[in-house]
T-cell receptor, first 109, second 119 residues
Framework: RKEVEQDPGPFNVPEGATVAFNCTYSNSASQSFFWYRQDCRKEPKLLMSVYSSGNEDGRFTAQLNRASQYISLLIRDSKLSDSATYLCAVNRNFNKFYFGSGTKLNVKP | DTGVSQDPRHKITKRGQNVTFRCDPISEHNRLYWYRQTLGQGPEFLTYFQNEAQLEKSRLLSDRFSAERPKGSFSTLEIQRTEQGDSAMYLC?????????????????FGPGTRLTVL
């Protein structure tokens, strides 16, 4: 079983829509959680860390559900510029990181 | 630019040749990571350093791969006797650890990557 799993998508949504992605992780000892954005043929860029209490940054909201071992990312009022692949990452013992394969988002006019 | 830098950005080589990539992390960061990424996949962990110490290597990393960070600053990743299956994007990332600097303890910041093509 993979450490981190994501629905590859693509999610095709119109501008202005709200879209949510989930990411499940297999090891309950995972301690830190992150969402990254990756544009085609570019490096991943940190979007936000995910805290136990959840966190929000503008149109983006991240949640952690330890009981069910998943993290989520909600994007409100989608923009064309949000089109990208969204990667989740988890970390154990503050050492090795595990990344999912990413969820592709296409925001259409 | 105070971000992570990698050199070269692209490398084309013939099967069997050796290649070496360099990564310069964010200057205050004491943790440095190497990843490999292929099309449609997320970054796959290869190894990481805290200062000059290599603390973990992936079991997927064959003995043809070696990484160093001799002075706890820049790092090199060498692949010997390259194979076509080594073709990928090689990403470097750094994080602050206890040293402080950009981001929290374990938020990683990636360099632009080195795209390797083995013919």
């Amino acid at each position: 079983r993979k450490e981190v799993e994501q629905d590859p998508g693509p999610f095709n949504v119109p501008e202005g829509a709200t879209v949510a992605f989930n990411c499940t992780y297999s090891n309950s000892a995972s301690q830190s959680f992150f969402w990254y954005r990756q544009d085609c043929r570019k490096e991943p860029k940190l979007l936000m860390s995910v805290y136990s209490s959840g966190n929000e940054d503008g149109r983006f909201t991240a949640q952690l559900n330890r009981a069910s071992q998943y993290i989520s990312l909600l994007i409100r009022d989608s923009k064309l510029s949000d089109s990208a692949t969204y990667l989740c990452a988890v970390n154990r013992n503050f050492n090795k990181f595990y990344f999912g394969s990413g969820t592709k988002l296409n925001v259409k006019p | 630019d105070t971000g992570v830098s990698q050199d070269p950005r692209h490398k084309i080589t013939k099967r069997g040749q050796n290649v070496t990539f360099r990564c310069d992390p964010i200057s205050e960061h004491n943790r440095l990571y190497w990843y490999r990424q292929t099309l449609g996949q997320g970054p796959e962990f290869l190894t990481y350093f805290q200062n000059e110490a290599q603390l973990e290597k992936s079991r997927l990393l064959s003995d043809r791969f070696s990484a160093e960070r001799p002075k706890g600053s820049f790092s090199t990743l060498e692949i010997q006797r390259t194979e076509q299956g080594d073709s990928a994007m090689y990403l470097c990332a750094s994080s602050a650890g206890l040293a402080g600097g950009k981001g929290t303890y374990n938020e990683q910041f990636f360099g632009p990557g080195t795209r390797l093509t083995v013919l």
